[in-house]
C-alpha cells in the first residue's frame, strides 16, 4: 500500500512539474511575441514626420503653404497611401491608407509596403472616399502596441490636455486640412458607417448632437468649437479601441474649419 501512495505522489509531482514546465514556456513565448510586436509597431513609425507647430499657425496672405509630406515617395512603395495625419501632442503622425481589396487588410498590414505587422496601420474603408468630402470620415488605428498608432489619443482623456490641443491636421498632396476637435469619448463597437445613413438630414444632424454631447461619463467636450455644426459640416472621426474592454471604442471627433492649398 505504501509502495502504491509513494508512486501515486511521484506521478502526481511528475504531472505538476510537467504543466509547471509548460506554463513558464507558454508564458516565455506569449512575453517573446509580446515583445515582438512592440517592436515591430515601433519600426512603424514613419521617417518622414510633420514638424510640431503652433495651433494657431496659417498662411500668410499671397503665401502657398510647403506641403511636408513626400507623397510621390510614400506611394512608390505603396500605392494606396492617399493621405497623412499628425495631431498635435501626442504621437500620431502617419499616412492613411485604404486598401482597395479588403477593408480588413490594413488590420494586420503595414502601410509602408503592405507587409504584414500586428500593429497595422492608419487606414478608411471603402465605404468612405478618399476626398475627406463626405460628412462622416472613420479613420481607425490599432491601440496597445507601446504608444503606436492610435494608442495616444487616449491622451484626450485628460482633460487639461485636451482643452490644450484644439486640432489635428490632415494632408493630402495638394492640402492641408485643419480639423477642430468637437470631443473625445467612449463609445459602443458598432460599425458607424454600417449603423447610420448619413445622407439622411435627420440622421447625419443626430449624430453631430450626439458627438456635440456623448452620452457616456468618459468624454471630453470642447464648449468653444468656434464654428457652428450644420449638414454642410465635414467630420472625421478617430477610432481605436480600449485596452480590456472589446466591446466598447475610443472617438476622437473633428469638423473641418480649413482647406488650405499646398505645393
Keep these: 500500500m505504501s509502495n502504491n501512495n509513494s508512486e501515486n505522489r511521484k506521478k502526481k509531482r ?47 496672405p499671397g503665401e ?27 504621437k500620431v503622425d502617419y499616412p492613411i491608407v485604404q486598401s482597395a481589396v479588403s477593408d480588413e487588410f490594413y488590420l494586420k498590414h503595414s502601410a509602408k509596403d503592405k507587409s504584414w505587422v500586428s500593429s497595422g496601420a492608419i487606414y478608411t474603408e471603402m465605404c468612405n472616399t478618399k476626398s475627406f468630402r463626405d460628412r462622416v470620415t472613420l479613420i481607425y488605428g490599432h491601440n496597445g502596441y507601446s504608444d503606436t498608432m492610435f494608442t495616444t489619443l487616449h491622451y484626450f482623456e485628460d482633460s487639461d490636455f485636451f482643452s490644450k490641443h484644439k486640432n489635428f491636421y490632415i494632408y493630402t498632396p495638394d492640402s492641408r486640412l485643419t480639423y477642430r476637435i468637437i470631443s473625445a469619448f467612449k463609445y459602443d463597437d ?58 466598447s471604442r475610443y472617438l476622437v471627433c473633428g469638423v473641418l474649419v480649413k482647406n488650405e492649398k499646398t505645393d
Excluded at 42 to 59: C, I
Excluded at 76 to 90: C, D, F, L, Q, S
Excluded at 211 to 233: A, I, W
Design 64 to 90: 502657398t503653404l510647403k506641403n511636408p509630406i513626400d507623397f510621390a515617395s510614400l506611394q512608390a512603395e505603396n500605392e494606396e497611401v492617399y493621405a497623412w495625419i499628425k495631431v498635435p501632442g501626442t
Design 14 to 60: 511528475l504531472i505538476l512539474t510537467v504543466i509547471a514546465v509548460i506554463m513558464i514556456l507558454f508564458g516565455a513565448l506569449y512575453t517573446g511575441y509580446y515583445f515582438f510586436n512592440q517592436a515591430q509597431a515601433e519600426k512603424e513609425a514613419p521617417s518622414t514626420t510633420v514638424e510640431e507647430y503652433s495651433e494657431e499657425e496659417t498662411v500668410k
Design 190 to 247: 458598432r460599425h458607424i458607417m454600417n449603423s447610420f445613413d448619413f445622407q439622411d438630414n435627420a440622421v447625419f444632424d443626430s449624430f453631430v448632437q450626439m458627438v456635440r454631447n456623448p452620452l457616456t461619463t468618459m468624454k471630453n467636450v470642447r464648449k468653444d468649437l468656434g464654428v457652428e455644426l450644420t449638414l454642410s459640416s465635414k467630420i472625421v472621426v478617430l477610432s481605436t479601441c480600449i485596452t480590456h474592454q472589446d466591446s
